[in-house]
C-alpha cells in the first residue's frame, strides 16, 4: 500500500465516530437550567440568599455590608445622646 | 420544518426546538473537537460547551452570512483553540516513535501508523492542523474554511498542502522503517 492510499486509509477511519449516548440529552439538560435560571427574577430572596452564601466575595460584601451598618448606627447613636 | 424556522423558533424562546439541531450536528463537532484536541474525552465537553454557547448567541446568527454549520465551526474553533491554550503544548519538534513491526501483520502495522499519525497530527502547528481537520476529516469546501478562519482561500489550500507533505513524510519514514 503506498502513501496516498495509507493516508487516504487513514481519513477514512477519522470519519467513523462512536456516537456518544444521550450527548444531545446532557447538552440539553444544561440548557433547560440555563433558561430556568435565566428566567428567575433579579431580587428572589431565596435567590440573593442562595448568591451570598455559594460566592465567597459575596459573603465578605454581605459581612462588610452588616458590619458598616452596625458602626453607623453606634456613631448615630454617640451623636445623639452627646449632643442632647 | 427547515433549519432556518428552527433557529427562529429557538430565538422565539422554543428550547426544545434546539435539540434537533444539537443531533445534527454533534457528530461533526465532536469529530472536529477530538480530532484537533486528540482527545475525544475532552473534545466532547468542548462540544457540549460549542452547542451551549451557541445556544446563548443563537440571536447573532446571521444566515445571510454564513451558514449555520460554519457558524457552529467558528465557535468550535475558537473553544477549541481556548482548551489547547489550556492544555500541555505538544512539542513541533517531538517526532513519533519508529515502528519495528517485523512480526506484524498489515492490519495491526496500520493501526500502528494510523497511531503514529494520530501523533503526527497532533505535532502540526494549529492552523495546518485545523484547515487539514476541516478539509480532509469534515469535508468542509475551502471557501467555507476560509470564512470560519477568516483568511483567504489561497492561504487555506497552502495550510492544507502543508500539513499534507508533513503527513506523507511522517509516512514515508515510518513506511522505511517497517521494510
Known sequence: ?84 | MNERETISQVIRGNVDAFRPLVEKYQDSIIRFAANLLGDRHIGEDVAQDVFFAAYKKLASFDPARSNFSTWLFSIARNKCINEMKKKKVVSANELPEKITANNLSDGIANQELFAELDKALQTLPGRQKRAFIFAEFENLPYHEIAQIEGVRIGTVKSRINRAKKKLRAVLAMLDEETI
Open chain 1, 1 to 84: 500500500m503506498n502513501t496516498e492510499e495509507l493516508l487516504k486509509l487513514w481519513t477514512d477511519t477519522k470519519l467513523q465516530i462512536n456516537q456518544e449516548r444521550d450527548f444531545s440529552s446532557k447538552v440539553m439538560s444544561r440548557i433547560y437550567r440555563y433558561e430556568e435560571q435565566r428566567r428567575k427574577p433579579l431580587f428572589d430572596i431565596s435567590r440573593l440568599v442562595e448568591i451570598a452564601t455559594s460566592n465567597p466575595l459575596a459573603k465578605a460584601a454581605v459581612i462588610v455590608g452588616g458590619a458598616a451598618i452596625g458602626v453607623l448606627r453606634i456613631v448615630f447613636l454617640l451623636r445623639t445622646f452627646l449632643w442632647c
